[in-house]
């Protein structure tokens, strides 16, 4: 009885090391595969056509416009830092006043390609993705 319950033991520290190794092979983010033009096209049911351009520097910058139905509403710049697949973006300059919580946040990367970059909204929690355009 006793050599079926260290048998067991061992079984379950096995498979907790190996759910713990599991967890910490997280997304492997650089800098360099951030840096381009993104983009993002929404057909929202009630404002229209919502177009999300957004240029991420290799000098830690980023440049931002938002337009709904080709009419240009928001503008804004900042800083990011990367850290892991979590990335935290820093609102410096805007057209639009934003709150004090509204200046910086933290969202993390899913995926980044050549051709996408898949993110979790840290504030809204939703699954975004742009597209590279350049």
């Known amino acids: 009885m006793q050599h ?7 079984l379950m520290v ?11 092979d997280t997304v492997v983010i650089t800098p360099e595969t951030l840096v381009g033009k993104w983009q993002a096209t929404e057909n929202h049911p009630e404002r229209g056509i919502i177009d999300t351009v957004f240029m991420i520097n290799a ?5 931002g416009s938002l337009s709904i139905n080709n009419e240009p509403v928001w503008n804004y710049s900042g800083t990011w ?14 057209n639009l006043v934003l709150l004090q919580e ?14 996408a970059l898949t993110y979790r ?4 929690g939703t699954v975004n993705t742009l597209h590279r355009i350049k």
């Open 14 to 24: 096995i498979l907790c090391m190996a759910y713990r190794a599991a967890l910490s």
């Open 121 to 124: 909204s840290g504030r809204r």
């Open 102 to 115: 509204d200046k910086a946040e933290t969202d993390e990367i899913l995926s980044a390609t050549d051709e």
């Open 81 to 94: 830092k990367l850290e892991g697949n979590r990335i935290t973006w820093e609102y410096l300059k805007s």
């Open 4 to 10: 079926k319950t260290l048998s067991i033991f061992f």
């Open 59 to 63: 000098d830690t910058t980023f440049s």
